[in-house]
């Protein structure tokens, strides 16, 4: 009796990377990793996609990404590709502020890229999906997808919907307010309390033009997210569809190998600035643009203000 001959397989358009650990005789003991989690011989010639999942119980934001990050696997795998999810971690602003925990809050974003990059380049993805609703995983994502530069999209979890109290909508602006407004001797307690009960009515980032929803919009502009993603409520399926679209257009990247930074040019920078100016966006963008043009060598200035305002008019028009 012969023994059964290992086949090798040539790199694919598809699996040009992660033929680096799963080709020859010489990783037949990475493939037993493999064989360990489910896998089949005939998946060592499918593109292993990752998927950085920032779900968390942490806060609203971020608590209902797992149905995205579940249809973004669905995709990926009718797509013809191998999810392997991992995991990215968080911080709240809005419970942290006003504390020592806003000491961890600016450099979580680091330790959110460094999560994605040490992943997909350790493991050799072919490609990546970022799931991600809140202040810091969203530039922390676009910063890793940005520094690995393997075909990557992003998934924006969506908005919180509004609150309501007394015929008016709410959302977490309005309870800061509400403080305010009991210190002066304006609001009772009991509308204080009920307004906090009723500001924040289910999952989703916070409601407004704050960091979150500016992101989602400049990473439209930038080219990195589908058209019309960062208009979504999360508790709306149309977020699930688009996560599930989203993954089989990033097979599609891989396939052509179409990379991040191919996306992500000095214009298109100068394209999402405009956009967050046409539509009132969260100076937080400032804060994340400059590492992204650091990490893009983009170190010279950016469009002069009048041709930025004339970009601007543009969209307001």
């Known amino acids: 009796m012969t023994d059964k001959i290992i086949p090798i397989h040539p790199a694919t358009p598809s699996n040009r ?15 037993s990793m493999y064989y360990a989690m489910g896998y089949e011989e005939g998946d060592f010639v499918k593109p292993m996609v990752g998927v950085a999942n920032g779900h968390s119980t942490i806060t609203p934001c971020n608590s209902g990404l797992q149905k995205l990050a579940d249809a973004a696997v669905e995709g990926i795998e009718e797509a013809g590709g191998n999810a392997q ?3 990215t971690p968080t911080i ?3 419970m942290a502020m006003g504390t020592e925990g806003m000491k961890y809050s600016l450099v979580s974003r680091e330790v959110i890229s460094d999560c994605i990059e040490t992943c997909v380049q350790g493991q050799w993805m072919d ?4 799931v991600g609703g809140c202040d810091k995983n969203m530039p922390g994502g676009m910063m890793g997808i940005l520094r690995a530069n393997v075909p990557a999209i992003y998934v924006y979890g969506g908005t919180i919907l509004p609150g309501r109290y007394q015929g008016k909508d709410l959302n977490i602006v309005s309870v800061f307010e509400a403080v305010g407004q009991n210190s002066a001797g304006n609001l009772s307690d009991f509308d204080l309390k009920e307004i906090e009960k009723r500001a924040i009515p289910g999952t989703g980032s916070c409601g407004g033009m704050y960091t979150a929803n500016t992101m989602s919009s400049s990473f439209e ?8 993603s960062s208009t979504m409520a999360n508790p709306h399926d149309e977020t699930k569809n ?8 990033l097979l599609e990247a891989i396939k052509n190998n179409l990379k991040p930074r191919d996306i992500v040019t000095k214009e298109a920078i100068e394209n999402a600035v405009a956009v967050i100016m046409a539509t009132g966006g969260s100076t ?4 994340t643009s400059w590492p992204l043009r650091t990490r893009l060598k983009f170190l010279g200035p950016l469009t002069t203000s009048s041709a930025c305002a004339k970009r601007f008019l543009s969209f307001a028009t």
């Open 17 to 31: 990377r992660s033929a680096n650990i799963t080709q020859g005789k010489s990783r037949a003991p990475n493939r």
């Open 92 to 94: 709240s602003d809005g």
């Open 242 to 249: 688009s996560a599930k679209a989203s993954a089989k257009v």
């Open 284 to 287: 937080m963008l400032c804060c």
């Open 127 to 130: 490609g990546v999906l970022v």
């Open 221 to 228: 502009a930038l080219g990195m997210s589908l058209p019309y």
């Open 85 to 87: 999810i991992f995991g």
